[in-house]
């Protein structure tokens, strides 16, 4: 059977056998986590007592925000790190893409909205690196203000900002397998 490599390196996927389905999907492992972090950015504390606008645009900002955060954390591990990272946003990917087609976004405009939310996640994860290295949360707060729709735009930068730094924490106390499952740490 002729195989046509994806990538270079530890995998050996090739796309025929992605397309005939010999091989599991390596995303599948960190879907749990997925799934658990599109559950976090949904509860409701970060709307109505941190200020996050629960709009569409809201939700999103939310869901972007904790996914930066869980790609962070996996970038740590050593050897597994920047494979699962690279999984969790495809997962991320799949996801929105998903959700604008069921919404009637047709497929021109998919693909522009999926390179702006790449952008928008990637931004973020750096953004937010370069913020949670302080030890205060102003930074933090600051990224907030300029990332993300609020509905309380004088107290949602500070609150939204701690929260993400307790969930950041969160992610860091919370070993590599766990995650795999889609547990955090409280």
Do not use: C, Y
């Not at 970060?46 to 996050?52: C, D, I, L, N």
């Not at 970038?75 to 799949?94: I, K």
């Not at 998919?110 to 949360?137: E, F």
Request: overall charge negative; charged content about 30%; glycine content about 10%.
């Amino acid at each position: 059977m002729l195989e046509l490599p994806l990538n270079e390196g530890k995998s050996d996927m090739s796309i025929l056998s992605r397309l005939l389905g010999t091989k599991p999907d390596p995303r599948e492992a960190w879907r749990p986590l997925w799934h658990r972090l599109v559950v976090a950015a949904r509860e409701e504390h970060w709307f109505r007592e941190r200020g996050a606008a629960d709009t569409l645009d809201g939700r999103f900002d939310m869901v972007s925000m904790l996914t930066a955060l869980a790609i962070l954390r996996l970038e740590t591990e050593p050897e597994e790190g920047v494979p699962a990272a690279a999984r969790l946003t495809e997962l991320f990917v799949e996801d929105m893409d998903g959700q604008m087609r069921e919404a009637g976004i047709g497929d021109p405009t998919v693909g522009k909205m999926i390179g702006r939310m790449m952008a928008t996640l990637g931004g973020r994860a750096g953004t937010l690196r370069a913020a949670l290295a302080q030890q205060d949360d102003g930074e933090l707060a600051q990224v907030v203000e300029r990332n993300m729709h609020l509905a309380d735009e004088d107290r949602g930068p500070a609150l939204i900002a701690a929260g993400l730094r307790d969930f950041h924490a969160r992610l860091a106390r919370t070993d590599f397998a766990a995650l795999a499952r889609g547990e955090i740490a409280e």
